[in-house]
């Protein structure tokens, strides 16, 4: 069983939707978690850090739930530019990156 | 202020042929990282570095991968020989150090290997 894991997708949503995903982690010990972004062929860049009272950053929320041990990201009024995969990730040990397998995103006109 | 950067960004090789990748990490980052990621994947941790010291190297396939950093500064992964199953994507990417890690790494573009 992977560390982090995330459906793939694609989630495929019209603009101006809302749209959620999920990411559950294995090792409780987990101590933060991040959300980033990844566009076709690029590098990934962090979106958000994910905070235990959950935080917004205008269109996008995260939320983590220790006790399921799953992290979300939710998208409100989605742009054609949200098209991107989005890497769960959770840090242990205060120095361990570990990356899910990413969920993508379309979003269509 | 420059990014990390990569190169070669992409590489074309046969099988059995040794290939090298470099990473200029930001200047000021003490910790630099390898990963690889697969298409369709997300990115898997091969090796970290704080300043010359690899402080995990337990993902790195020691048979075949290398990776220096002599001077605390770049750093170099080989790989010899190659193997078909070792196309990917090289990412390396930067940070302020495990005592100020926000979960913050800035990546590289990435060096694409193709191994025919």
């Known amino acids: 069983r992977k560390e982090v894991e995330q459906d793939p997708g694609p989630f495929n949503v019209p603009e101006g939707a809302t749209v959620a995903f999920n990411c559950t982690y294995s090792n409780s010990a987990s101590q933060s978690f991040f959300w980033y972004r990844q566009d076709c062929r690029k590098e990934p860049k962090l979106l958000m850090s994910v905070y235990s009272s959950g935080n917004e950053d205008g269109r996008f929320t995260a939320q983590l739930n220790r006790a399921s041990q799953y992290i979300s990201l939710l998208i409100r009024d989605s742009k054609l530019s949200d098209s991107a995969t989005y890497l769960c990730?959770?840090?242990?040990?205060?120095?361990?990156?570990?990356f899910g397998t990413g969920t993508r995103l379309q979003v269509f006109p | 202020e420059a990014g990390v950067v990569q190169s070669p960004r992409y590489k074309i090789i046969e099988k059995k042929q040794p290939v090298a990748f470099w990473c200029n990490p930001i200047s000021g980052h003490n910790t630099l990282y390898w990963y690889l990621q697969n298409l369709g994947q997300g990115p898997e941790l091969l090796i970290r570095y704080e300043n010359e010291e690899a402080v995990d190297d337990s993902q790195l396939p020691k048979d075949r991968f290398s990776a220096e950093r002599l001077k605390g500064v770049d750093s170099t992964l080989k790989i010899q020989p190659a193997e078909l199953g070792d196309s990917a994507v090289y990412l390396c990417?930067?940070?302020?150090?495990?005592?100020?890690?926000?979960?913050?790494?800035?990546f590289g573009e990435g060096s694409r290997l193709t191994v025919l």
């Open positions: 990730v959770a840090l242990y040990n205060t120095d361990k990156l570990i």
């Open positions: 990417a930067s940070s302020l150090g495990v005592t100020r890690n926000t979960g913050e790494l800035f």
